[in-house]
């Protein structure tokens, strides 16, 4: 149906597609994988006419297209879900939907008709949002849902899903996984970007690899590639031996409990938490789990001082309680979090300024501003221990995402903090970029730093973590150590708890 072939895209010296092709038929689920920079973003945005390619064709049922923008290649049929949000915070979620014109009734914008026409499509994702709701308002889960919903409101008949269940729990993203399949199977193409290989080879009849901008496994059979031969693929073979970790090897953190580092005693949100006691010690790694809304993702909150308890009391390891985000941050918490749009750099500044910049939130007024030089030269230190490519004066704007990822952990990994409070710090990040997080968040735990961490991907919790706290409705039902720290454990007492079981 859309066939792309000899892409070539550069963005000043670096060559982001050398001559790239690929070939999406109606009725398939072909994926695109790669390790972050290969080019992913570059080949998607191409086929969908957000960015003109320098070479190359493509050609639509046989025709060759140019697609002078995306609403062109959306009116051909091209629908694109992108890898960032792209919802409009400030509108409702029915305006979000149709934003290129609202269907009317005699003229006027009809309210029901967009009901109407949503309805069985939000249905589809398993999301019923209030229609009049701030879409700004919804959890990540629900913007990422509504986006691909505004995609399918389109009708696409080539569909482009780039990272989407990036941001969701994972039930979400079993649904969506039904959704993709159904959509396929009613005669949409559909390409699928995930960094999630395992997902990938469920859910996908092809499976295209790129590496460092060149097609290394053009459109082969899903179901004749392993997933270590996936693997192999994108990092080349001797990195990916390195680089991936042993499936369910345990953290070789020695633990070294040194009194709690943060606390939590009966703090209550309203909401949101209801009467939770946590220690985390230095140097213990401690998951929070629970299914959207359970209360775990507001202990980062609390930690961070986005929220304050009603009654309770947090403490940090300086002893006092987190006033603010920016008090928490001077006490030495730092905050990492997977939705880098919505809280982590400034675009338009160069990398060295973004890594250095909380240092000095950190520092307070009154420091000396050390040379600009030892500045450039300790955020490229940082940067090279993360493996990220890109100049350090350049932009953050021109990463990569997984790469930008990896520039918001550096930026507070800088600020040398003593309490990590990590959420799905690793969306959007590559296999191999993956496992060096993980490597320096046990490193980090090891120094005795403590780390609470609340992720999407399970496999994430049991990998790092030495205990893993799960919430429901606010309240901590139970926690998981040891042999019973396991994926189907985990996923069992989020939806269903402990009861019955022994804690
Ligand atoms: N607007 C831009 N300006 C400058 N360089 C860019 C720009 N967009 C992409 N690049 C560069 O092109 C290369 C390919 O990037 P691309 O975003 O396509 O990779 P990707 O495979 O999608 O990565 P990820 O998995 O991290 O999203 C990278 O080296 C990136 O730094």
């Keep these: 149906m859309l066939v792309a072939s000899g892409l070539v895209k550069h963005y000043g010296g670096v060559t982001a597609l050398d001559g790239v092709g690929i070939t999406l038929d109606a009725g398939e689920v072909h994926a695109l994988v790669g390790e972050n920079g290969a ?20 050609a639509l049922d046989g025709a060759p297209v140019r697609f002078a923008g995306a609403r062109h290649a959306g009116a051909q049929g091209v629908a694109i879900v992108s890898q960032e949000l792209m919802t409009y915070d400030d509108l409702t979620v029915l305006e979000n939907l149709f934003p290129y014109g609202a269907p009317r009734r005699r003229g006027l914008v009809s309210t029901r008709e967009m009901r ?53 729990p994972r039930d979400a993203a079993e649904r969506l996984a039904g959704v993709v399949r159904r959509l396929a199977g009613r005669g949409l193409a559909v390409l699928y970007i995930s960094h999630f290989l395992e997902e990938v080879m469920r859910i996908a009849d092809r499976v295209t ?92 909150d609390a930690v961070c001082g986005r929220v304050r308890p ?15 985000a920016r008090h928490a941050v001077t006490s030495g918490v730092a905050f990492v979090s997977g939705d880098r749009k919505g ?103 090891a120094e005795g730093k403590a780390v609470l961490i609340a992720s999407s991907d399970l496999a994430e919790l049991v990998e790092l973590c030495h205990r893993v706290v799960v919430f429901q409705h606010g309240r901590i039902v139970g926690s998981l150590a040891g042999a019973r720290l396991t994926e189907p454990e985990l996923s069992v007492a989020m939806n269903a708890g402990f009861a019955g079981r022994a804690r």
Aim: include cysteine.
């Design 39 to 58: 080019g992913k973003s570059t080949l998607v945005k191409i086929v969908s006419g957000v960015v003109r390619p320098e070479g190359g064709t493509l």
């Design 116 to 168: 109407r026409l949503a309805r069985p499509v939000l249905g589809a994702l398993g999301i019923d949002p209030p229609p009049h709701a701030r879409a700004g308002d919804l959890p990540l889960a629900d913007r990422q849902l509504l986006e691909i919903c505004r995609a399918l409101l389109q009708e696409p008949r080539v569909l482009i899903l780039d990272e989407p269940t990036s941001a969701l």
């Design 209 to 300: 690899v790129l590496r460092d901008g060149r097609v290394v496994l053009p459109g082969a059979a899903a179901a004749d590639v392993s997933l270590d031969s996936l693997v192999a693929a994108m990092l080349g073979e001797p990195e990916a031996r390195a680089a991936v970790p042993s499936p369910n090897s345990k953290p070789a953190v020695r633990r070294r409990p040194s009194g709690a580092a943060v606390s939590l005693t009966g703090v209550t949100v309203p909401g949101l938490l209801r009467d939770v006691s946590l220690a985390v010690a230095g140097g213990e790694i401690v998951g929070l789990a629970g299914l959207q809304g359970a209360g775990h993702l507001a202990v980062l």
């Design 310 to 324: 009603a009654s309770g009391s947090v403490r940090l390891p300086d002893g006092r309680e987190p006033r603010s």
């Design 343 to 445: 809280r982590g750099l400034m675009l338009d500044k160069p990398l060295w300024e973004n890594v250095t910049a909380v240092s000095w939130l950190g520092q307070g007024r009154g420091g000396f501003l050390p040379r600009r030089a030892r500045l450039v030269d300790r955020a490229r230190g940082h940067l090279e221990r993360l493996r990220v490519r890109g100049d350090v004066r350049a932009g953050a704007g021109a990463l990569s995402g997984g790469n930008q990822q990896k520039v918001v952990l550096a930026k507070w990994l800088d600020a040398s903090p003593s309490v990590l409070a990590l959420d799905d710090p690793t969306r959007g990040v590559d296999v191999g970029a993956r496992a060096e997080l993980h490597a320096i968040v046990r490193g980090l735990a």
